[in-house]
């Protein structure tokens, strides 16, 4: 036998078990997008390498070390996107939506980070992300939250996440913390890691962010963010805190949220979970008002978040959902070749005639046994019987295949055509 090719590790399949999760989640995200009235933008999964290094940030654990970087038969450096923001912005500067426009997106697909695979962070993975275009108030980042706690609770998660808020306020306000934070670590300089001395002067916010246990009591005892901002920062922080309050929507304000990338500023969000062990974050967000300039586009004010599916998904009962996704209604049986040949025709004619049936025909042939071996497997509700007897009085024979059908009705009937199409279409409603 010749050698198998193995998937590319971290980067996994979604098997047909698996679907069913994935199909519901995109269900719902893209009503819920309906529900807020929001657009969907589907950009390229390769950009040239500089659109992510010069938003995302050279000194970031995504650019430092994550990118799928390489050369094409070019010489052009390209990257498989590690996220969706900096592409989104790429395409809306590119198209002109952003100018003198307000704009509602929202996007889905895989991204790409080379990560040390492990529960929760994989190479492959998938988010689905929401970018605002144009508004610059409170309003729009409390809707952003208000947005995600809907989808808490349309999927059944409110009790399994929490929300954290920040500010990171204006850059003017944060250039002036940065210089007190940089003292201050500078006077610990001998409790930081390596990769902190390293960012000590190229972006020492980052450091709070540090999950390094040794250095938790040094980033507690840090100045915080939170004590210096600004007024317009301090009012926009106080304001989204009400918009959260009027729609009762719980949250606790964590000075140390800073994000991993460099583009935020104001408010930062992230919902988190204590189901997940280490990878803990759900949907992450915030404020980033000077990315479309930086990008080459006009002054645009911007706020966004991204979603983590596969987190997501493992935080989902998933014992329905199989069924609602995977299972056919109908079984169509075939006996002999004239009712083969008659049976094809018939299974489409049942399926213009009710567009949301989910029919699965056993095609091959077969003994009776053999199909009713497929039509149980298949977890079907019924199954229909086309053989010489019903052609020649044109009926099919309908076998109800799950026990509780109740003592009044019976296990198997002969049905017209129409009476088999108001069947079905009771059945998927
Ligand atoms: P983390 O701190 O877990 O590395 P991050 O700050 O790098 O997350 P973001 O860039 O903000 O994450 O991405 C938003 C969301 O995407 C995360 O909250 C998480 O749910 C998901 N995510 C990020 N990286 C991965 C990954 N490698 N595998 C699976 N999901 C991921
Ligand atoms: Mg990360």
Same mark, same amino acid.
């Given at each position: 036998m010749a050698d198998k090719i193995q998937s590319i590790r971290g980067m996994n399949d979604i098997l047909p078990a698996d679907s069913p999760a994935w199909q519901f989640i995109e269900e719902k995200l893209r009503q819920l997008m309906q529900s807020y009235d929001y657009d969907e933008i589907r950009f390229p999964i390769v950009e040239k390498t500089a659109l992510f290094k010069r938003s995302i940030g050279e000194v970031t654990d995504i650019v430092e070390k994550e990118m799928y970087t390489f050369e094409d038969r070019n010489g052009d450096s390209l990257t498989l996107r590690p996220e969706g923001t900096a592409a989104c912005v790429r395409a809306g500067i590119q198209s002109g939506i952003l100018v003198n426009q307000q704009q509602r997106l929202w996007y889905m697909g895989p991204m790409f980070r080379h990560e040390r695979p492990q529960k929760g962070r994989y190479r492959q993975f998938h988010q689905m992300g929401v970018e605002v275009y144009g508004l610059d108030g409170p309003d729009i980042d409390a809707e952003l939250i208000c947005m995600t706690a809907r989808l808490w609770k349309i999927l059944g998660?409110?009790?399994?996440?929490?929300?954290?808020?920040?500010?990171?306020?204006?850059?003017?306000?944060?250039?002036?913390?940065?210089?007190?934070?940089?003292?201050?670590?500078?006077?610990?300089?001998?409790?930081?890691?390596?990769?902190?001395?390293?960012?000590?002067?190229?972006n020492p916010l980052r450091i709070l962010d540090s999950k390094n246990p040794a250095m938790q009591e040094m980033i507690e005892q840090?100045?915080?963010?939170?004590?210096?901002?600004?007024?317009?920062?301090?009012?926009?922080?106080?304001?989204?805190?009400?918009?959260?309050?009027?729609?009762?929507?719980?949250?606790?304000?964590?000075?140390?949220?800073?994000?991993?990338?460099?583009?935020?500023?104001?408010?930062?969000?992230?919902?988190?979970?204590?189901?997940?062990?280490?990878?803990?974050?759900?949907?992450?967000?915030?404020?980033?008002?000077?990315?479309?300039?930086?990008?080459?586009?006009?002054?645009?004010?911007?706020?966004?978040?991204?979603?983590?599916?596969?987190?997501?998904?493992?935080?989902?009962?998933?014992?329905?959902?199989?069924?609602?996704?995977?299972?056919?209604?109908?079984?169509?049986?075939?006996?002999?070749?004239? #009712?083969?040949? !008659?049976?094809?025709?018939?299974?489409? @004619? *049942?399926? $213009?005639?009710?567009?949301? &049936?989910?029919? +699965?025909?056993?095609?091959?042939?077969?003994?009776?046994?053999?199909?009713?071996?497929?039509?149980?497997?298949?977890? #079907?509700?019924? !199954?229909?019987?086309?053989?010489?007897? @019903? *052609?020649? $009085?044109?009926?099919?024979? &309908?076998?109800? +295949?799950?026990?509780?059908?109740?003592?009044?009705?019976?296990?198997?009937?002969?049905?017209?055509?129409?009476?088999?199409?108001?069947?079905?279409?009771?059945?998927?409603?």
């Open positions: 998660l409110s009790d399994s996440v929490t929300l954290q808020i920040n500010s990171l306020g204006t850059p003017a306000s944060r250039e002036a913390y940065r210089s007190l934070l940089t003292d201050y670590l500078e006077t610990n300089k001998s409790l930081l890691d390596e990769d902190s001395l390293r960012r000590l002067q190229s840090a100045p915080r963010l939170m004590d210096h901002l600004d007024d317009e920062s301090n009012v926009h922080f106080t304001r989204l805190c009400a918009y959260l309050d009027s729609v009762g929507i719980a949250y606790e304000v964590n000075t140390r949220l800073v994000r991993g990338l460099d583009y935020y500023s104001k408010t930062v969000f992230e919902w988190v979970t204590d189901k997940l062990g280490a990878q803990g974050t759900v949907c992450a967000g915030g404020r980033y008002d000077g990315l479309v300039k930086q990008l080459g586009g006009r002054d645009t004010k911007a706020v966004g978040f991204a979603l983590g599916l596969e987190r997501l998904i493992s935080l989902l009962e998933q014992d329905d959902l199989e069924k609602h996704y995977n299972y056919p209604h109908a079984v169509m049986l075939m006996m002999g070749e004239r #009712a083969q040949n !008659a049976g094809f025709s018939l299974t489409e @004619e *049942l399926r $213009n005639a009710v567009p949301d &049936v989910r029919i +699965l025909s056993v095609c091959g042939g077969g003994s009776f046994k053999s199909q009713m071996k497929r039509a149980d497997k298949s977890q #079907a509700e019924i !199954a229909l019987i086309l053989g010489d007897d @019903e *052609l020649d $009085n044109n009926t099919v024979t &309908v076998k109800y +295949l799950r026990a509780e059908q109740g003592a009044d009705k019976p296990q198997q009937e002969q049905l017209s055509q129409q009476q088999l199409i108001a069947l079905l279409t009771e059945k998927t409603q």
